[in-house]
């Protein structure tokens, strides 16, 4: 089993910063990629990031590409994910997921999610 605890989430201005956190526990050969995706309101799950455990491969969305940063910190098994000039679309419950391919950037290649933060930005 893999556990994932989400944190950092909130309300923002647009412009503003976030930074969330994705603590993980359980078995690490479950996990080969860590990824963030996220929901709004009446939409599908999307992919906005994703990193490898071993040697730190990131992947972005379009959408974020210059403005989210994913990171690791394998000795705290904890991801991150930096947001800087945050826009109202990127309002949206964020879930972090754990996927034992190391590239990943569709839901179903997830088998394990954290329960979601939200983040709201405001216009």
């Known amino acids: 089993q893999v556990r994932l605890v989400e944190s950092g989430g909130g309300l923002v201005q647009a412009g503003g910063s976030l930074r969330l956190s994705c603590a993980a526990s359980?078995?690490?050969?479950?996990?080969?990629?860590m990824g963030w995706f996220r929901q709004a309101p009446g939409k599908g799950r999307e992919f906005v990031a994703s990193i490898t455990w071993s040697i730190g491969s990131t992947y972005y969305a379009d959408s974020v590409k210059g403005r989210f940063t994913i990171s690791r910190d394998n000795a705290e098994n904890t991801v991150y994910l930096q947001m800087n000039t945050l826009k109202p679309e990127d309002t949206a419950v964020y879930y972090c997921?754990?996927?034992?391919?190391?590239?990943?950037?569709?839901?179903?290649?997830?088998?394990?999610w954290g329960q979601g933060t939200q983040v709201t930005v405001s216009s």
């Open positions: 359980g078995r690490t050969f479950s996990r080969s990629a």
């Open positions: 997921a754990a996927s034992p391919l190391t590239i990943a950037t569709m839901p179903r290649q997830y088998n394990y």
